[in-house]
């Protein structure tokens, strides 16, 4: 009996020892903590957030004291589907893509305010508030025109509510934009109207162009027609004027051909044998009466 109380004393003594070297290396290993790359650690010392941000790597921490909670401060991606309305009081159904980081040494801040769950608390409220209203700037067609420009504007706004918080906005992108269905029939209705218009209106400009060819060849035409008959009078008066010189010039020759002495010959040839029954006088015409020449 006395040697089994003794080897039960022994056997108490090693459990109990075991005991006390597992809580010494539980304790030493509770001890510290390892941040991992991209992280840093907000120390929690019985409920009380310490300022003092934790960076990578390995930390001592008072064992079943403290509790160091690691906040990710990579890039993070959320994406979130709201709706907002449109200036002309569309329905615009959005889906956003926003990457976002939080600033290290803002960790125990945001933390210590609103907790682990701080995407949840400030992001996507924050995505949905300025969506709101950067929409409400712009009417449906001229969101879908000005993607570019209303990512711009939805990046400042919620930089603007979210870094003092010490959360960033990185790059922000618009996924996906959609209308109501009795929209988008209005759309496609207007699409084809203005693209009869833009047809007929071609159609119309094409007729004027004829028309216009057409009349510019017929003024062409005529021009050409009165240049033709312009040069032809031209040629028909150069004609007769060259016919007119060269018979007033047969005429100046005759003319000085003729002479007293050829009057007289031409007179002599040509004379029938009669006496002219009626001379010229002073006094004008006076007969000749009983005038017989010898034969």
Do not use: H
């Given at each position: 009996m006395f040697r089994n109380k003794e080897g039960n004393v022994a056997v108490g003594k090693i459990i109990a020892f075991v005991i006390v070297f597992i809580l010494i290396v539980s304790a030493a290993l509770s001890s510290f903590v390892v941040i991992p790359a991209g992280h840093t650690g907000v120390t929690v010392t019985f409920g009380k957030v310490s300022?003092?941000?934790?960076q990578e790597g390995i930390h001592f921490k008072i064992p079943f004291a403290q509790e160091i909670v690691q906040i990710d401060n990579r890039i993070?991606?959320?994406?979130?589907?709201?709706?907002?309305?449109?200036?002309?009081?569309?329905?615009?159904?959005?889906?956003?893509?926003?990457?976002?980081?939080?600033?290290?040494?803002?960790?125990?801040?945001?933390?210590?305010?609103?907790?682990?769950?701080?995407?949840?608390?400030?992001?996507?409220?924050?995505?949905?508030?300025?969506?709101?209203?950067v929409v409400a700037k712009y009417t449906a067609s001229d969101l879908v025109a000005s993607?570019?420009?209303?990512?711009?504007?939805?990046?400042?706004?919620?930089?603007?509510?979210?870094?003092?918080?010490?959360?960033?906005?990185?790059d922000l992108n618009i996924i996906d934009w959609d209308f109501s269905p009795e929209y988008i029939a209005a759309v496609e209705a207007k699409q084809v109207?203005?693209?009869?218009?833009?047809?007929?209106?071609?159609?119309?400009?094409?007729?004027?162009?004829?028309?216009?060819?057409?009349?510019?060849?017929?003024?062409?035409?005529?021009?050409?027609?009165?240049?033709?008959?312009?040069?032809?009078?031209?040629?028909?008066?150069?004609?007769?004027?060259?016919?007119?010189?060269?018979?007033a010039e047969a005429n100046r020759i005759l003319?000085?051909?003729?002479?007293?002495?050829?009057?007289?010959?031409?007179?002599?040839?040509?004379?029938?044998?009669?006496?002219?029954?009626?001379?010229?006088?002073?006094?004008g015409a006076a007969p000749l009466v009983g005038v017989n020449l010898p034969e």
């Open positions: 300022d003092q941000v934790l993070v991606k959320l994406e979130v589907s709201t709706e907002a309305f449109s200036k002309d009081l569309q329905t615009v159904s959005t889906v956003l893509a926003v990457n976002y980081r939080i600033a290290k040494n803002m960790s125990y801040s945001i933390y210590k305010e609103v907790g682990a769950a701080f995407e949840e608390v400030l992001v996507t409220p924050a995505v949905n508030e300025a969506l709101k209203a993607r570019s420009e209303v990512s711009v504007q939805l990046d400042n706004e919620l930089n603007e509510k979210l870094n003092t918080r010490g959360i960033y906005v990185e109207a203005e693209q009869t218009l833009i047809k007929t209106r071609t159609e119309q400009e094409q007729q004027i162009v004829i028309a216009e060819a057409e009349a510019e060849k017929q003024i062409i035409a005529a021009e050409a027609e009165a240049k033709s008959a312009l040069i032809t009078a031209e040629a028909e008066a150069e004609r007769i004027k060259i016919e007119a010189e060269a018979q003319a000085e051909s003729v002479t007293p002495e050829l009057i007289d010959y031409e007179t002599v040839v040509n004379w029938d044998g009669k006496l002219p029954s009626v001379v010229l006088g002073e006094n």
